[in-house]
């Protein structure tokens, strides 16, 4: 019985995996909102890539909170979504 017990524990439930891919696709959302924004020269473009770089920050940043709550604040595979970020972040270039 603690055999079984132990296999389940290291296997991701389904909840946390529809979770990591939510944030795989608003990672991705938020990548193309930085490649837009780099692209635009109207104003009002420039305003509403601002728009969709903070949404979809503020989904990544939910997404993030969410898992950690769900896996007890366990270390997982997010550090790298933090990274990416903060990497799209520092490449904008705000003119």
């Known amino acids: ?7 389940n524990k290291n296997k991701p439930d389904g909840t946390l995996l ?8 608003a990672r991705e959302d938020l990548r193309q909102a ?7 020269v109207d104003t009002d473009l420039i305003e509403a890539c601002i728009y969709q770089m903070n949404a979809a920050m503020a989904q990544c940043n ?3 909170r969410t898992i950690k709550a769900h896996t007890g604040g366990a270390e ?12 799209m972040e520092e490449q904008a270039t705000w003119t």
Request: aromatic share 10%; hydrophobic share 55%.
């Open 18 to 25: 529809q979770l990591q891919k939510e944030l795989a696709i």
């Open 76 to 87: 997982m595979d997010l550090p790298a979504a933090a990274v990416a970020a903060s990497q």
């Open 1 to 7: 019985m603690k055999t079984l017990a132990f296999q």
């Open 34 to 40: 930085y490649l837009r924004f780099d692209q635009v």
């Open 62 to 64: 939910y997404l993030v």
